[in-house]
């Protein structure tokens, strides 16, 4: 079963589903910021879906990266058609991803506050752009990372 798990395909279909997840998980806390209710409970759990989230997909493609991509795909796309995808876009890629995380955690110690610390702090728009940021990073990734698929997908052809 971990040998299937851990295949390039399925690795490939974690990472994203993941992200997917993650992505999904700080909308929600995106709208749970803005609606001003302040359930701790949605505000807590949404932060920590998309932490959760982003951590598997950070660990299932760092996986792939270091199991298959170095010595399977990037031949194939610096041979290939474009192989700007990986001088590019895959080392901006592996970049933009370190910061993810760490703007994640900052949103979920951002719900351990209570509706009065969060008032008083005055940080409503400020949280609401950190779970933007985070969003828009996430779906630059993605983007990123299918340029570097069709780019493979182009080498081998």
Request: aromatic fraction near 14%; charged fraction near 15%; hydrophobic fraction near 55%.
């Amino acid at each position: 079963m971990l040998e299937i798990l851990l295949s390039k395909p399925v690795l490939i279909g974690l990472h994203l589903a993941f992200a997917i997840i993650g992505i999904d998980a700080f909308l929600w806390l995106l709208g749970e910021i803005k609606n001003d209710s302040w359930r701790k409970a949605r505000l807590y759990w949404s932060a920590i879906v998309g932490v959760t989230a982003f951590i598997l997909s950070w660990l299932s493609g760092g996986y792939y990266y270091v199991k298959y991509y170095g010595g399977l795909v990037k031949p194939i796309i610096q041979k290939g058609l474009a192989p700007w995808a990986h001088n590019i876009i895959m080392e901006t890629k592996e970049h933009i991803f370190l910061f993810i995380i760490p703007l994640a955690l900052t949103a979920l110690f951002i719900t351990f506050l209570d509706k009065e610390e969060f008032e008083k702090l005055n940080i409503k728009w400020v949280s609401m752009i950190l779970v933007v940021l985070i969003v828009g990073l996430g779906l630059v990734i993605g983007a990123m990372g299918f340029t570097i698929s069709a780019a493979a997908r182009w080498g081998v052809q």
